[in-house]
Each structure stands twice: as C-alpha cells, then as structure tokens.
C-alpha cells in the first residue's frame, strides 16, 4: 500500500488544489440519490481527506459551516491558504479515524478518495463519536477510465503505454457491504456513475503528473517530472490534435446511516 507521506508535499498540494472540481457533480448526485430538496441544507459537516480542499468546499454546498481535516499538514497549509478568510471553514491535520470529537456533532461526513488508505473499523468507529444520530456518512471517489469521447487513440496510449509505464500502486479496492460496518451503521444506498470533464492539453498533463502512480515514482526519485511531461506532451500531441478532449471519469458514493440510539 502507498504511504500516505507520497501526498505531503507542496507540489501536490497546489496540483490537487487545481484538479477537476467533479466534486461539485458528486453532490448534485447526492441530492438526486437521497431525494434532498433543492435547497436543503446540512447543519454541520466533515470533510476527512480533504486535500487541498475542493471536496469541503463541495461539501459546503450543503452545509452551513464545513471542517477539513488530512493527513498531509501540505494539503492543510493550503486549504487555510485558500479558505482561510471563510469562517464557515476550519481545517487541522488528522487522520481519517483520529478526527476530533466536536462540541456540536455533525450530521454529515464526507470521504472523498480516502477510504482506500484507512483502517475501515477504526474509522467507523470514529464515526460513532463524531457523527449525530441519523447523521450520514457519505463515502465516494472518482477516478480516470481509459475512455476518451470519440477519441480511441487516447484509449490505446492509456492501456498500451500509460499504464505499463506508470502501473497503479497497490491499495485496497473492497466496495463495502453492510457486513464491514459497526453496530448502529446501515448501509443505506450504493450508486455508480460516469462524468465527462473537458481538457486541453497542457491541463490534461498537469492533472496526469499528480496521479498517484506517477506521483509514487516521482516523490520517491525514481523519475523526474520534466521528463514525464515532456513523455506525455509528445505521446498526446496527436492524441489532442489542437483541442479540448472530453475524458469520461467513473464514479461511485456510498450512503451509511448512523442509527437513532435506543437509549436516547
């Protein structure tokens, strides 16, 4: 598995803070699985793993005030850096499973491409102390697929150069089932889903360099960033052939219900 360390750095951090914000189309998701109103709106939120900060400030789309916690004291730095003027923002490094417990409880925790790196047990607990009753625990992540809109050459520099170059390090892929939760937890709802973000070039290469297969190689030493581009741009030059490309994203949410307490 990745050290999670491979992120703490400025130079991803920043990368991060400038990545696609398909964050937002999660949370419109959201609302159309749960049936929210359109303007229904969250009390308190979480966002653990929070990177440089695009999933909380998704998250505070549905929220009146929002928390971010990583890992990475990089990511936190620049999340402060860029939200740090909005009081409905806080930020502090923790793990996933080591948040603190706050003075008003939340009623909704975000995990957005975390969940592979984390001890699925100690999180949830966690979750138990931090999380109100009926409280939602909302689990997602999105990825690169290898399918580019009318554009089958990109399909074939991904699986025939990209990927044999730049494997995918090792993590955990298990899609949860109600059985990996805690007592008091049910798995309420499960959905997978495609988005289409729009790249030129430049920023197409720019969001490759901190994937985290190339990120392991190049925060380890074992490759240079220049060199990657300048691989990349004369690869893809063709493969862009002067415009915008739509590259086709998967995704998927998981929606965990925190029970009512009998006891309450």
Known sequence: MMDNKAFDSKRIAHGYAKRPWLHKSVIEQLKKDLRLPEDYMFKNGLDVGCGAGLSTKALRLICDKVTGTDIAESMVEVCDEIYGTDKSYSFYAAKAEETRIPDEKYDIVTAAGCINWVDEKKFMKNMAE??????????YDFGITDRMLENDVYTEWYRDEYLSRFPKPPRKENKWTQADLIEGFVMEKQ???DMEYHFTLDKFVDFMLIQSNVNALIESGRACADEIRKWMMEY??????GRERELVFYGYSWYIRKE?????
């Open 236 to 241: 893809l030059t063709a493969v862009f052939d």
């Open 130 to 139: 931090i999380l109100d009753d009926n409280g939602l625990v909302v689990i």
């Open 191 to 193: 959905t997978e889903y």
């Open 260 to 264: 009512y307490r009998k006891d309450a």
